[in-house]
């Protein structure tokens, strides 16, 4: 199958014709250039007004199988991925079981069969974990590694930790941390926090509970074990401007999430338990400054975090609710937003989201509307923005934190030159289940 692209802008501005051969992107010439006939394409799109992108990398997502497929599954995360014009996810280790042996990857990896988008399997570490068998496999990198316990119970204690990174770095293998020191939490804001469930609950005792010092705090022992073992760190879901500028200086890589970066403590009220998720939202003054960060690009990468549960799961009190919220479908969406209101620039979103996760990660052959490079492409109407709406996507757990927003969803997104998902007429069609292993 041949596709032209004709008149497409790309995130730099230029116009382009993109022609797709296969599962690749064949050529990249000046706007006119290519025409149907002489392109030999079976279908051409006219791309006049509208913009072509690289398929977003959300180098962190929870697709909860094996053990969790009441929340998520692969078909249907992979379904909310595409719509959402992500091309790639990295999955990561808090399922049942947890993915911390060779053959805890391989039956995810059977399990990833079902994905209608590229993805790549990290590897875990707990006091079970099995690091010969691990590296044995095409993992995509060390992590999550929980410093703290969230979802899943796998906090582990300084010494695993330090043989963990020394091993990753033997391996040349990024490792992944999630960033919390439990020594730091203030357990008293918990104990006055207030019975009701759902959104009636007081959740700003999780956000003073879960403390921006034990983030900074981790943060720091996290960057002092990499840098005695030369490993390459990188800090997942920063959620404060003192962790990100941590980072940073001490030449680690990190990522934000949307929901880090759209809602804060004041968004409490009305997000209920539905907002209660690790590390915690953060003040208003703080949000801002992690915006700043990202906008600025001190921040790396935007990566989602996507850990969906059901409504009845997070319909408890903040001290029974599981911690996460979904967000692979309304990251792109969400970011889009802002480049219509000009507060992020589309190359910026680019880097965010597809080029820089990629060289971060070394994922050959994407993150770019470049020739020979995979295609992995998402087109989207920067003029036509609706509202976010739970019911309109398509996570099996149904919501979102993001209701109401406004967001330019894709109308097109192509995994390595497969349609993943189309938006264009009526309805919306999805693909087959292509998906591949970045890393095998
Ligand atoms: N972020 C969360 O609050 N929850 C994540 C685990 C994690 O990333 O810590 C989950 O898997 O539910
Ligand atoms: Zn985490
Ligand atoms: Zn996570």
Redesign the pocket.
């Known amino acids: 199958m041949t596709t032209l692209f004709t008149n497409a802008t790309l995130a730099d501005g230029r116009v382009r014709d993109v022609l797709v051969e296969g599962e690749t992107i064949a050529r990249v010439a000046d706007a006119g250039t290519l025409d149907t006939a002489d392109a030999d394409a079976d279908e051409t799109v006219d791309c006049d007004g509208y913009h072509l992108l690289p398929g977003a990398i959300d180098a962190h997502v929870?697709f909860r199988e094996p053990g969790f497929a009441h929340k998520e599954d692969w078909h249907t995360g992979s379904r909310s991925a595409a719509a959402g014009g992500v091309t790639t996810v990295v999955d990561?280790p808090?399922t049942d079981p947890p993915t911390v042996t060779g053959e805890a990857v391989d039956e995810k990896a059977t399990l990833a069969g079902k994905s209608l988008v590229d993805f790549g399997i990290n590897g875990g570490v707990t006091e079970e974990w099995a690091p010969d068998s691990l590296f044995e496999r095409p993992i995509f990198a060390l992590g999550?590694v929980?410093l703290a316990d969230?979802?899943?119970d796998m906090g582990i204690e300084a010494d695993l930790f330090a043989d963990a990174v020394a091993r990753a770095a033997a391996e040349d293998t990024v490792v992944t941390v999630?960033a919390e020191d439990a020594g730091l939490f203030d357990r008293a804001a918990l104990e006055g926090a207030g019975d009701g469930t759902g959104r009636d609950a007081d959740v700003d005792a999780w956000s003073a509970f879960r403390t921006a010092e034990a983030e900074a705090a981790a943060v720091d022992r996290a960057l002092e074990v990499g840098a005695d073992s030369e490993a390459a760190i990188h800090i997942?879901?920063t959620s404060t401007p003192e962790g990100i500028d941590a980072a940073g200086a001490a030449g680690a890589t990190c990522e934000v999430t949307p929901h880090h970066l759209f809602l804060s403590r004041e968004n409490l009220d009305d997000l209920g338990t539905f907002g209660r998720?690790?590390p915690p939202l953060r003040s208003e003054q703080r949000r801002e400054a992690v915006f700043e960060r990202v906008a600025d690009g001190t921040v790396d990468i935007v990566a989602t975090?996507h850990?969906p549960?059901t409504r009845a799961e997070k319909d408890a009190t903040v001290r029974d609710a599981?911690?996460?919220v979904p967000g692979v479908e309304t990251m792109l969406p969400l970011l889009l937003q802002e480049v219509r209101t000009g507060t992020l620039t589309l190359e910026r979103v680019r880097d965010l989201v597809a080029a820089t996760p990629a060289e971060i990660f070394d994922v050959a052959g994407k993150g770019r509307v470049d020739e020979g490079n995979d295609a992995d492409l998402v087109l989207v109407d920067l003029d036509d923005a609706r509202e976010i709406r739970g019911d309109d996507l398509h996570s099996k757990c149904g919501w979102t934190p993001f209701e109401g927003r406004e967001a330019v969803f894709p109308e097109l997104t192509l995994v390595r030159g497969h349609v993943a998902y189309d938006a264009r007429g009526d309805g919306e069609r999805f693909g087959d289940a292509v998906g591949e292993n970045v890393r095998a």
């Open positions: 929870h990561q808090n999550e929980f969230s979802t899943g999630h997942a879901h998720m690790n975090d850990a549960h599981p911690s996460g």
